[in-house]
């Protein structure tokens, strides 16, 4: 048995029961071969085996009262994994299906994504198997307040900086900063980021992440010789990430016609609709399904998968594991030419492997998806120096960032004889500067 597979099975069996942890360790551990074949320096004093290990993890209960009086009993976490670059940062997910697993891989991802952004920035990630669908906005708040009187003893602007993701917004973030206050008697803006600007957030903060992967999927294509001007996409999801993408698709001369949510997708030939969509998913909690109650000459197909809708561009920004090897062979039947990840592994391996080997322009999410957290990087700047930054100013280092990370994946690809590989240039570019860092700073 080689090293890889000893130490994958290893992690396997030290932490049972956490697939999507394995299935992240074993992409990286894949990916970063040819680096650690030329470099064997690189694996010395069992950095690996460091990296794979969270620095902390803490898992707490989170009692609440709903709207009925019932005392409500949730389970939260945070994954405090490598502060090699600087304090933990990452965001916290509220979701049903939130496990220990789902967060750790998560925080896993996040030291690589947040290695690219050249921010300084650790990496963590929190949540909660909280279901916030149906909640009134009175016991989301009251949940907040209860997650953060545990979670407050371990964050702060230099030691763990959390965010918003799937189910946490700039409303979840304002009752926890609000609680955080409270608790701590101190106004310190940077222990979360995503904050509504009144509160210290960073304008362009929502729009990150979804403007951030449309930047890097145009970048992708560009080094190609090719546009999105004109080319059809399809987006899955229709929350934060998928909405910016498809308004910055949209600004960019690409015709987004599907977005979906967890009942099933719609399909709007003329082209998403965006005040419709902002007005249900956005503004509203409303179900997708009621996009053609506004948009009659859509389609809306329960249960359907998006990615049947042929495209040019694909762009999957809602969950883990949403884009299997059926989709991808559809994509590439389709002759898709880009994928950018807007959410994180969302395609399986078996789809990755699909969609590298037919030659399509992948972009891993801890690269297309980075420009969230680099913009949480600089919302974090704005708040240590009491600035305020303007919309047009963030978005052009967006921008920057953007093309920044691109260019490292291409090039650090190139280096490594696997020219146009992002997922490989991307992983690698990363390991070899958390790497780096782990060193200079001891066995630690
Ligand atoms: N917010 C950010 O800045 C960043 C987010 N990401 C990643 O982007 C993805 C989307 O996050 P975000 O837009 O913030 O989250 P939101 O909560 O705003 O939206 C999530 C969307 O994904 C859908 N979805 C969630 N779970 C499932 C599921 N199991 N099956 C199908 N659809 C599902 C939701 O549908 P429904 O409403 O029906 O549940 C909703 O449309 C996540 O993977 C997140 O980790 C990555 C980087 C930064
Ligand atoms: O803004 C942040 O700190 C983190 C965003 C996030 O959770 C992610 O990049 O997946």
């Known amino acids: 048995m080689d090293h890889d597979h000893a130490l994958y099975e290893h992690i396997a069996a030290k932490n049972p029961a956490e697939p999507e942890f394995h299935q992240a360790v074993a992409e990286v551990l894949e990916a970063i071969r040819p680096a650690l074949d030329r470099d064997p320096a690189l694996s010395a004093a069992a950095m690996l085996e460091r990296l794979c290990e969270p620095e902390r993890q803490l898992m707490f209960r989170v009692v609440w009262t709903d709207d009925a009086g019932r005392v409500q009993v949730n389970r939260g976490f945070r994954v405090e994994f490598s502060s090699a670059l600087g304090p933990y940062k990452g965001g916290l997910r509220f979701h049903r299906d939130v496990t220990l697993g789902t967060v750790k891989f998560l925080a896993f991802e996040q030291i690589f994504k947040n290695a690219l952004t050249g921010l300084g920035l650790g990496a963590g990630k929190g949540g909660s198997d909280f279901d916030p669908a149906g909640r009134s906005?009175?016991?989301?708040?009251?949940?907040?307040?209860?997650?953060?009187?545990?979670?407050?003893?371990?964050?702060?602007?230099?030691?763990?900086?959390?965010?918003?993701?799937?189910?946490?917004?700039?409303?979840?973030?304002?009752?926890?900063?609000?609680?955080?206050?409270?608790?701590?008697?101190?106004?310190?803006?940077?222990?979360?980021?995503?904050?509504?600007?009144?509160?210290?957030?960073?304008?362009?903060?929502?729009?990150?992440?979804?403007?951030?992967?449309?930047?890097?999927?145009?970048?992708?294509?560009?080094?190609?010789?090719?546009?999105?001007?004109?080319?059809?996409?399809?987006?899955?999801?229709?929350?934060?990430?998928?909405?910016?993408a498809i308004a910055k698709l949209r600004a960019l001369g690409a015709n987004p016609v599907v977005c979906s949510d967890s009942g099933g997708y719609v399909h709007d030939p003329r082209g998403i609709d965006l005040d419709v969509l902002h007005e249900l998913k956005v503004a509203g909690r409303s179900r997708l399904a009621e996009y053609v109650n506004h948009v009659p000459s859509a389609r809306y197909v329960p249960g359907g998968s998006p990615w049947d809708v042929p495209a040019a561009v694909a762009l999957p920004c809602a969950t883990q594991n949403e884009l299997g090897e059926q989709a991808a062979l559809r994509l590439v039947k389709n002759d898709v030419r880009g994928v950018a990840e807007g959410a994180n592994m969302p395609c399986t391996p078996g789809a990755l492997q699909i969609l590298r080997e037919a030659g399509v322009a992948v972009g891993p999410g801890k690269a297309a998806n980075a420009g969230g957290v680099a913009v949480s990087g600089l919302e974090m700047r704005q708040n240590a120096a009491r600035d305020r930054w303007t919309f047009d100013r963030t978005d052009q280092q967006l921008q920057e960032i953007m093309a920044d990370i691109h260019t490292t994946c291409l090039s650090t690809a190139e280096e490594h004889g696997v020219p146009g590989d992002y997922v490989s240039g991307a992983n690698i570019a990363a390991f070899r500067t958390v790497a780096a860092a782990m060193d200079a700073a001891g066995y630690v």
Request: glycine share 14%; charged share 20%.
């Open 137 to 244: 906005d009175g016991e989301i708040m009251r949940f907040c307040q209860a997650f953060m009187t545990e979670l407050h003893r371990h964050i702060g602007p230099e030691t763990d900086v959390p965010a918003g993701d799937i189910g946490v917004g700039s409303r979840e973030i304002g009752y926890l900063f609000g609680q955080y206050k409270r608790l701590t008697n101190r106004y310190a803006a940077g222990t979360l980021t995503g904050k509504d600007p009144l509160l210290g957030g960073i304008p362009a903060r929502p729009e990150a992440t979804g403007y951030g992967t449309v930047y890097f999927l145009d970048a992708m294509l560009a080094a190609r010789g090719e546009s999105l001007e004109d080319r059809t996409a399809v987006v899955s999801g229709s929350g934060n990430v998928a909405f910016h």
